[in-house]
């Protein structure tokens, strides 16, 4: 079977991942189409070089703009993706713009498509995320959940009999990268920062964060005034961001770094106090490390993350304050994200469920 993966985004090179291993094991043709959505080679290129991902089959190159301009670019070049490989299966992840333009490309076209970690909901339509995973569930033939909340979900939406439980393929890149990292594969490139009283590793990135300079000045005067350094690993639209508005990412506590390798930034998050936030990925990622985390969110997809004390959600100054300084979380061996094996399930169920064109 030919399977076409589309993605774009830093997540998604995670959860790819772990799917190019699974197919290459079971003997599956699988073409890659890169949109480009993340232009910065941090955020891009050095994932498919850590994670042992083969080259992609197609590059996009959309590069960055407003929702409509990114989804419209991909849209103007899938068509042509499409026919040029001629996928049995389109397989798309996650909740990012690529998600949707390949999604809706396929469908138009009549290729099957499978959706990579459908049923997740954060209920707020304010997100653009939220409309992404929302219209990709209903287009797709298959949707491959997660969790047993996302199951839930696509239940309540009428689309249960599409839906298969999988687990998280996230979980699965996660666990060998940590394992990787602890048997001294990677050294923590936060070392150098000399902190004995330990440091946060800080991500912020979503419009609702960044785009409204008073939101925005908000925030980094939080981490500015954190009872240890923040380091802000910041993505070049944010440092564009503050530039613009007059606003330092380097006051007080906060102290800001270039976007990470996957396995340094794993590295990282194992040797900080806690994880800052509005990362679907990096919320659940901490969990899995157990660090605690705090989700600059006014509500969260991963909800299992706060049922287990784990993650905090925070967005006033006095709350990012009081969710840092929080004791430390109770113990837990719950394992709501899967056992590591979500994308052998994953192409199981693709095989089994997706009738070829």
């Known amino acids: 079977m030919k399977i076409m993966s589309v993605v774009g985004a830093r997540p998604q090179f995670v959860k790819l991942a772990p799917i190019a291993h699974a197919l290459q094991a079971a003997g599956h043709e699988h073409v890659i189409v890169h949109t480009g959505q993340h232009y910065d080679p941090m955020l891009s290129d050095v994932f ?12 996009l190159g959309v590069g960055s703009g407003s929702h409509g301009v990114q989804t419209g670019a991909m849209l103007a070049q899938m068509d ?13 992840y996650g909740d990012t713009n690529s998600t949707l333009a390949a999604a809706v490309s396929a469908v138009k076209l009549h290729f099957p498509v499978a959706h990579l970690e459908a049923g997740l909901r954060s209920f707020n339509r304010a997100m653009p995320e939220e409309h992404n995973r ?74 609702e964060n960044t785009d409204d300079p008073e939101r925005l000045r908000e925030v980094v005067q939080a981490l500015g005034d954190a009872d ?24 007080g506590s906060l102290v800001t770094r270039d976007p990470l390798a996957y396995p340094e930034l794993i590295a990282a998050a194992l040797g900080s106090a806690g994880v800052v936030t509005d990362s679907g990925g990096l919320q659940k990622e ?45 113990a837990t061996e719950e394992a709501p994200y899967g056992d590591g094996r979500a994308a052998e399930r994953a192409v199981e169920a693709i095989i089994a469920g997706v009738k070829p064109r």
């Open 48 to 59: 498919f070089r850590d994670l042992g991902i083969p080259e992609p089959d197609a590059h």
């Open 80 to 92: 042509e993706v499409l026919e040029r490989f001629w996928p049995d299966c389109v397989l798309v």
């Open 134 to 207: 929302v219209l990709t569930d209903h287009a797709a033939d298959l949707c491959l959940a997660p969790t047993e909340v996302a199951m839930r979900h696509l239940a309540t939406e009428g689309l249960s009999e599409r839906s298969v439980l999988v687990g998280d393929v996230m979980t699965d890149v996660l666990f060998q990268v940590r394992d990787a990292v602890l048997a001294g594969g990677t050294e923590n490139p936060l070392a150098d920062l000399h902190a004995p009283d330990g440091y946060y590793v800080a991500t912020i990135h979503r419009a």
């Open 228 to 251: 240890r350094p923040v380091v802000l690993l910041a993505h070049p639209r944010v440092r564009a961001k503050a530039e613009e508005h007059g606003i330092s990412l380097d006051a």
């Open 286 to 330: 901490a969990f899995l490390l157990r660090v605690p985390c705090t989700t600059v969110r006014r509500e969260t997809e991963w909800v299992e993350t706060i049922e287990l004390g784990w993650n905090v959600l925070a967005n006033t100054s006095e709350e990012i304050t009081a969710a840092l300084t929080r004791p430390a979380p109770a």
